[in-house]
């Protein structure tokens, strides 16, 4: 990511976390959906919020090949929380 776009994500991550912590969740929850973000972020080297339908995809392909099916539905359901 530019420097531009690691603000963007920066700022986006950091009200991702302060959502999860006003919504009461638990911090391994915390925990486990923001790396979720971040993961994704890293894959694409760039912020989720810009990411497609077929990005995701890709993504969740990609994961299932590499990762536990626990793994893939945390996953989801952080980026669920990430993207209301």
């Given at each position: 990511?530019?420097?531009?776009?690691?603000?963007?994500?920066?700022?986006?991550?950091?009200q991702?976390?302060?959502?999860?912590r006003?919504?009461?969740k638990?911090?391994?929850?915390?925990?486990?959906?923001?790396?979720?973000?971040r993961?994704?972020?890293?894959?694409?080297?760039?912020?989720?919020?810009?990411?497609?339908t077929?990005d995701?995809?890709?993504?969740?392909n990609?994961?299932?090949?590499?990762?536990?099916w626990?793994?893939?539905?945390i996953?989801?359901?952080?980026?669920?929380?990430?993207?209301?």
């Amino acid at each position: 990511m530019n420097h531009s776009q690691q603000q963007r994500f920066n700022y986006l991550y950091e009200q991702h976390l302060t959502n999860l912590r006003l919504q009461g969740k638990r911090p391994a929850t915390i925990d486990a959906y923001s790396r979720a973000v971040r993961r994704i972020s890293a894959y694409f080297d760039k912020s989720p919020d810009g990411l497609t339908t077929a990005d995701l995809k890709d993504y969740f392909n990609s994961l299932i090949q590499t990762h536990s099916w626990s793994t893939v539905k945390i996953d989801r359901n952080g980026l669920q929380f990430f993207y209301r």
